[in-house]
């Protein structure tokens, strides 16, 4: 069954969305944080990781065409961040599907969300996100955009490793994608994997969090975007380790596992100097 070509463009219903000091403190929990990031994962002087701001500015998925979930992973996640994020607060978002893309072995939809705060309207994040539906490809589409990322030729001047937990996707789950591909057996056996597997965005806060301290000097504040793709599947427990290239405020990256595998390819990200 054909993809929804009807929804491209169309703008869905405005949503909005709160959150408390306990739903940032999870979240950093959830993408790795622990004793040593106490100022994301405690009330005392409370901060929040940039990468929620990814959370703050979804909306409810609308529906896309008939097609077996367990055959979509999320592909790309963007964002900008207008203003470092309160610990407790809440935001009005609209979004629409922007293109759908015929990569052959499957279809690539891409959308861009805007939220706005909800008391005085002022914009606080962009996002622009992809999810990939195998299986759903030659429908004889165009193929998309290329984009022109290129790795730096030369050793990145950052290395960092990040262990992630046998139990990371139960525990990120809590922060509201309760996606079964993250937690059923049963259901990442249907989708061809052999457990389930590791959240896009889990993956993408560990990153995160990574060029926060190592580029950022820890303070959310300067972290102003951050954009990649998601390349091939992390396992829950699986270490994590982020290269990072540093050329004033523009920061290319790339996250790979132990085994070299790249995860999260074509890494940008934007670091004030402030
Ligand atoms: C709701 C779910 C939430 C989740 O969190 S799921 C977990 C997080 N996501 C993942 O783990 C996904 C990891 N990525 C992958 O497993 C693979 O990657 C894909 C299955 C997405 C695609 O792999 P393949 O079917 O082998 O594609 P190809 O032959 O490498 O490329 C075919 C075309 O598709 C483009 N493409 C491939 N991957 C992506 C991507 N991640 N985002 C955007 N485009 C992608 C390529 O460039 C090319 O297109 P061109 O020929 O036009 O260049």
């Not at 499957?106 to 309207?121: F, I, Q």
Request: glycine fraction near 12%.
């Amino acid at each position: 069954m054909p993809l929804d070509h009807s929804l491209i463009g169309v703008e869905g219903p405005a949503h909005e969305r709160t959150w408390t000091t306990r739903d940032t403190m999870l979240y950093a929990l959830g993408v790795g944080a622990g004793t040593s990031e106490l100022e994301f994962t405690t009330e005392k002087g409370q901060r929040v990781l940039p990468t929620f701001a990814v959370l703050a500015a979804q909306s409810p998925g609308r529906r896309l065409g008939d097609f077996d979930p367990a055959l979509l992973v999320h592909a790309e996640q963007g964002f900008e961040l207008y203003r470092e994020l309160p610990p407790a607060g809440g935001v009005r978002t609209t979004s629409k599907v922007t293109g759908i893309y015929d990569k052959g072995s499957g279809a690539l939809v891409t959308s861009e969300a805007r939220a706005v705060d909800l008391d005085t309207g002022e914009p606080v994040v962009s996002s622009r996100s992809a999810v990939f539906i195998r299986g759903e490809g030659g429908f004889g589409g165009d193929r998309g955009p290329r984009d022109a990322w290129v790795l730096p030729d030369r050793a990145p001047d950052h290395k960092v490793t990040y262990p992630t937990l046998p139990e990371q996707a139960l525990l990120y789950r809590l922060s509201g994608d309760g996606n079964p591909l993250h937690s059923d057996p049963e259901f990442a056996a249907r989708a061809g994997f052999d457990r389930p597997i590791l959240h896009g965005l889990c993956t993408y806060g560990v990153t995160g969090r990574a060029l926060l301290h190592a580029v950022a000097g820890s303070d959310p504040g300067r972290f102003q975007a951050m954009s990649g793709r998601f390349t091939s599947p992390v396992l829950p427990g699986e270490s994590l380790t982020v290269s990072i290239w540093v050329d004033g405020e523009n920061v290319h990256f790339r996250t790979a596992k132990d085994d070299g595998t790249v995860v999260i390819d074509r890494g940008r990200a934007t670091i004030s100097r402030r």
